[in-house]
């Protein structure tokens, strides 16, 4: 599996990965929501309120925790959009769904 997350760039390698997305100064908050709800299959206005507030107070957001090759289409997706995404390795706290 694999997690879309916004977060800094990390090394990837084993079963799970997770996208990663950096909030980024150019980017306003209503727009970080409506590109994830767009890309991230499933994912609901509340979840990416979540993930949106997640890094933007903590400097980054796992946002989905998936299959790699999902992962790595979601974090297209969210670069295509302007947003700072990687794919990371699963693990950590909050698998599965973003954090609160």
């Given at each position: 599996m694999s997690?879309?997350?916004?977060?800094?760039?990390g090394?990837g390698?084993?079963?799970?990965?997770?996208?990663?997305?950096?909030?980024?100064y150019?980017?306003?908050?209503?727009?970080?929501?409506?590109?994830?709800?767009?890309?991230?299959?499933?994912?609901?206005?509340?979840?990416?309120?979540?993930?949106?507030?997640?890094?933007?107070?903590?400097g980054?957001?796992c946002?989905?925790?998936?299959?790699?090759?999902?992962?790595?289409?979601y974090?297209?997706?969210?670069?295509?959009?302007?947003l700072?995404?990687?794919?990371?390795p699963?693990g950590?706290?909050?698998?599965?769904?973003p954090?609160?």
């Amino acid at each position: 599996m694999s997690t879309p997350s916004m977060a800094a760039p990390g090394s990837g390698g084993g079963v799970l990965d997770r996208p990663a997305v950096l909030p980024g100064y150019d980017n306003k908050r209503e727009y970080v929501v409506r590109v994830l709800m767009k890309v991230v299959d499933g994912l609901t206005v509340d979840d990416a309120v979540n993930v949106m507030q997640e890094a933007h107070q903590n400097g980054m957001a796992c946002v989905i925790e998936c299959a790699q090759e999902d992962a790595e289409r979601y974090c297209e997706g969210l670069r295509g959009n302007g947003l700072i995404a990687s794919v990371e390795p699963a693990g950590g706290g909050g698998e599965g769904k973003p954090s609160d």
